[in-house]
């Protein structure tokens, strides 16, 4: 069973502080101040007096001292409705990043933490995972090669940083004429904003992009906004990204490895970049015939051949036509509240847990904030925030933030944070998949309940973060568990297996498509963390000019791929490597996926123990045998 924690009262549940921009640097200048001295504590233990409770534990509380502050600080970078908060953020954030290499690399500490005797499995993972964290900071390097990397991390966080501010902020508006919104709902055309002339004003907000991609009947009015679209970041991101590149070669050549890739995957399940090549080979072998077959069905629905900018308008149209499902009308099946209330609901069955709605101070009035507790003991689990719909300057996409981390040692409880970019009034069926998707890794986060801190739930091996989050997604795909949604929307249509097999039909057609492109995404990253990496755009146009739809001249993807720039370099072919253990883990529930039991057992098995053993150890625990990646091929070819 899952141990909690008692119940607490109201004015003591751990809460995200709205900060000022003032209170940003302040608090980030105390934060680093009181580490620092924690950690010079550690420094300061003898050699021959050392523990696992004098190193290991301390260590753990100096980094809470960190995550108190820069958890609600890297949120509000991305979500507060105020730029100078936003903005003192990114300051905040480059020097939290430089005293984090900077303390990585101190041989002091090395040396401490490598004396600790380990007398717990969690112990024993946390000392390695500290190891690691110095060796691969630098610690063991020459002095030149050591500052040279802390140089090279200050710089490539700076970078990632304005890639992201780059797209966040970006305010270009794009005008159609009323006979270019042709074939839009009316709900749409109500919602956006008019100029004077009458004609529609629209940004890049997903609210106002998707509809129109696929619903527009004008191909040149969607081919303008798609190139748009591309072009969000450019033309800096794409110097951005060419810079991020040659900073991360030039880390793999102080390691002496022959790729960043190689510096990467050490330390993810894979464990080499040769094994990353091998699966996505794997996966190019059973994806290349299914999108042909798929494309060439859009083909035909078109009487020519299709172009990106009308995958998703006729993807739609097929949709419509072949399984009578059509994307606009679902909202009226999934009321976005309604929708957040029955994820909320399914939570709580599968898992034993419960969510009480509580008034707090949140950065935007639309954020709203729920306890969650132990159903069985009514005992204190943590705390989410949910901010649903899109605002100027916030986040773009859909994430999750695990803004505090859970430890027993210091009974902290933890809280995470769902950012969306919802339509207010209802959600397609994709939409209600990246709800699930993303609340999979807030119940990640909520449900860990480690020793340490550092293992809280989000914490474990990148390539498999994606796993509880894309196993979740199934939810929306099965009548147990959809048809509890009318208990939260008794006006709704009713959710009958007749939908639900026509939606899964629906969303089987495509899957060609779909993890053709996934591939391609995992290829590019690789080449751009290979030993020999070239330009971004030239090696994107090379590689999308290879692909059926090839090339679009105008267009720069690469300058939007946020997560590149970011923490997910030599990364991307996760979300793959991981969709393959989400969908054997979803197998373990056999025909009910409301199974509680199973549930629990997941629970108990997996979320609980964030990153206190390796993701495969605690995997092939709770399937009781190794993984299969038949359930992911299978779903490739459209079985
Ligand atoms: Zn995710």
């Not at 008692?6 to 502080?17: F, N, S």
């Not at 916030?394 to 902290?412: E, F, I, L, N």
């Not at 359930?631 to 490739?636: G, K, W, Y």
Request: contains cysteine.
């Amino acid at each position: 069973m899952v141990q909690t924690l008692p119940r607490r009262v109201a004015d003591e549940r751990p809460t995200i502080p709205i900060l000022t921009a003032s209170e940003v640097t302040a608090i980030s200048a105390a934060a680093l101040d009181e580490a620092r001295k924690r950690l010079q504590q550690i420094e300061a233990v003898p050699l021959d007096q050392i523990t696992p409770a004098n190193v290991l534990d301390e260590w753990d509380r100096a980094t809470i001292v960190l995550e108190d502050a820069f958890g609600p600080i890297s949120l509000l970078n991305s979500v507060h409705p105020d730029k100078s908060v936003r903005d003192a953020g990114d300051d905040a954030i480059i020097d939290e990043s430089s005293f984090v290499t900077e303390l990585f690399q101190n041989e002091q500490l090395y040396e401490r933490v490598r004396s600790v005797p380990p007398t717990s499995i969690s112990e024993k993972q946390l000392q390695k995972d500290l190891l690691e964290a110095f060796e691969d900071s630098g610690v063991a390097l020459p002095t030149e090669k050591r500052a040279r990397f802390k140089e090279i991390s200050e710089r490539t966080t700076e970078l990632a940083q304005e890639f992201a501010r780059n797209i966040r902020e970006n305010d270009t508006r794009l005008t159609f004429t009323p006979d270019e919104c042709e074939g839009l709902p009316p709900s749409w055309l109500e919602r956006v904003p008019r100029d004077e002339n009458g004609n529609i004003v629209v940004g890049f907000d997903y609210p106002d992009y998707i509809p129109f991609m696929t619903n527009s009947r004008d191909e040149r009015a969607r081919k303008r906004y798609y190139i748009a679209y591309t072009n969000r970041g450019a033309p800096r991101n794409l110097e951005i990204l060419d810079e991020i590149v040659a900073l991360r070669k030039e880390i793999a050549q102080l390691y002496g490895v022959p790729s960043f890739a190689h510096y990467v995957t050490k330390r993810r399940m894979v464990e080499n970049p040769e094994t990353v090549m091998k699966f996505l080979d794997e996966v190019r072998s059973v994806v290349t015939e299914a999108e042909m077959r798929d494309l060439a069905q859009l083909s035909e629905m078109k009487g020519e051949n299709i172009n990106r900018w009308d995958m998703l308008f006729y993807r739609e149209r097929l949709r419509e036509k072949r399984y009578a499902i059509d994307q606009e009308a679902l909202r009226k099946y999934f009321p976005t509240s309604a929708a957040v209330s029955w994820m909320l609901d399914i939570s709580e069955r599968l898992y034993g847990v419960r969510f009480e709605r509580v008034d707090l101070p949140t950065w935007h009035e639309d954020v709203v904030y729920f306890d969650v507790l132990d159903a069985e003991s009514g005992g204190f689990i943590g705390g989410v925030y949910l901010d649903l719909y899109p605002r100027e300057g916030k986040y773009k996409h859909a994430a999750a933030w695990p803004v505090r981390g859970v430890s027993r040692k210091t009974a902290r409880q933890p809280i995470s944070a769902l950012v969306t970019n919802f339509n207010r009034d209802g959600l397609t069926h994709d939409e209600l998949e990246t709800l699930l998707h993303e609340f999979g890794h807030v119940l990640h986060g909520i449900l860990s309940h480690t020793e340490y801190n550092e293992h809280s739930g989000t914490s474990v091996e990148r390539d498999f973060v994606e796993a509880p989050s894309q196993m979740f997604e199934e939810w929306a795909s099965r009548l147990e568990s959809l048809q509890l949604l009318r208990q939260h929307c008794p006006a709704c249509p009713e959710i009958d297996e007749s939908l639900v097999k026509r939606l899964n039909a629906a969303a089987k057609f495509g899957a060609g498509i779909d993890y053709g492109r996934q591939w391609l995404y995992a290829v590019f990253d690789m080449s751009l963390s290979g030993p020999a990496p070239r330009g971004a755009l030239e090696t994107w146009s090379e590689m999308e000019g290879a692909t059926p739809m090839g090339y679009v001249e105008g267009t720069a993807f690469p300058a939007t791929f946020e997560h590149i720039a970011s923490g997910y370099a030599a990364g991307y072919y996760g979300y793959m490597w991981a969709k393959v253990i989400a969908l054997d883990l979803v197998s373990a529930f056999g025909a009910d996926l409301m199974n509680q039991s199973v549930g629990r057992k997941l629970r108990e098995i997996i979320l609980s123990r964030g990153s206190e053993e390796p993701a495969r150890d605690l995997v092939e625990r709770f399937l009781g045998r190794p993984v299969s990646s038949d359930a992911f091929f299978a779903r490739i070819i459209g079985e």
